[in-house]
T-cell receptor, first 115, second 111 residues
Framework: EAGVAQSPRYKIIEKRQSVAFWCNPI?????LYWYQQILGQGPKLLIQ????????DSQLPKDRFSAERLKGVDSTLKIQPAKLEDSAVYLC?????????????FGSGTQLSVL | AQSVTQLGSHVSVSEGALVLLRCNYS??????LFWYVQYPNQGLQLLLK??????LVKGINGFEAEFKKSETSFHLTKPSAHMSDAAEYFC?????????FGAGTRLTVKP
């Protein structure tokens, strides 16, 4: 079974530039998550989609971060403009459905360095 | 809101020794608890989870964890460490809405 695909694997940008990440979840998974993992910390949820609707975006810095999941499959996460503190690994995860006991499948992540 | 505390950001054991990674949680509702592992340059993978029922949960690669409500703990153990167990381990707690991760514990296995 194909896993969660993310691209690019690495990205280096200067502060105030824009960047976008792409995620393709496991086929048939209705729920998609974007997490931010800063070095030395655990993953922090940024946004959760159920199909193409947003379930939770309470921790998304909406002044600079945006995400969409058109057609309820692939998703993109954008940062505009980037700040130094956005340097982190951005993880995409998917699950078959939304539920507290559902297993999440994670992609390998996109490592972002903001200089 | 729930939260997770992992005691010890770095644990080092010898090959063949007992592995014990500590996790304490707080939750206002009966929690669902998870352990995920992250190998270098890979995404997180589920090791095991507790939802309801038996409090001793067995996972992949010989790991197990015990849910102790009185101690609000969900410590991860493995009787005998392998070199291949070297990785970052994350404890997570989930309620009806949200999954929160601990800061992680890096496990090093010495030959």
């Amino acid at each position: 079974e194909a896993g969660v695909a993310q691209s690019p694997r690495y990205k280096i940008i200067e502060k105030r530039q824009s960047v976008a990440f792409w995620c393709n979840p496991i086929s048939g998974h209705a729920t998609l998550y974007w997490y931010q993992q800063i070095l030395g910390q655990g993953p922090k949820l940024l946004i959760q989609f159920q199909n193409n609707g947003v379930v939770d975006d309470s921790q998304l810095p909406k002044d600079r971060f945006s995400a969409e999941r058109l057609k309820g499959v692939d998703s993109t996460l954008k940062i505009q403009p980037a700040k130094l503190e956005d340097s982190a690994v951005y993880l995409c995860a998917s699950s078959l459905m939304t539920g507290s006991n559902e297993k999440l499948f994670f992609g390998s992540g996109t490592q972002l360095s903001v200089l | 809101a729930q939260s997770v505390t992992q005691l010890g950001s770095h644990v080092s054991v010898s090959e063949g020794a007992l592995v014990l990674l500590r996790c304490n949680y707080s939750s206002s509702v009966p929690p669902y608890l998870f352990w995920y592992v992250q190998y270098p340059n890979q995404g997180l993978q589920l090791l095991l989870k507790y939802t309801t029922g038996a409090t001793l949960v067995k996972g992949i690669n010989g790991f197990e964890a015990e849910f102790k409500k009185s101690e609000t703990s969900f410590h991860l153990t493995k009787p005998s460490a392998h070199m291949s167990d070297a990785a970052e381990y994350f404890c997570a707690v989930s309620d009806d809405n949200d999954m929160r991760f601990g800061a992680g514990t890096r496990l090093t296995v010495k030959p």
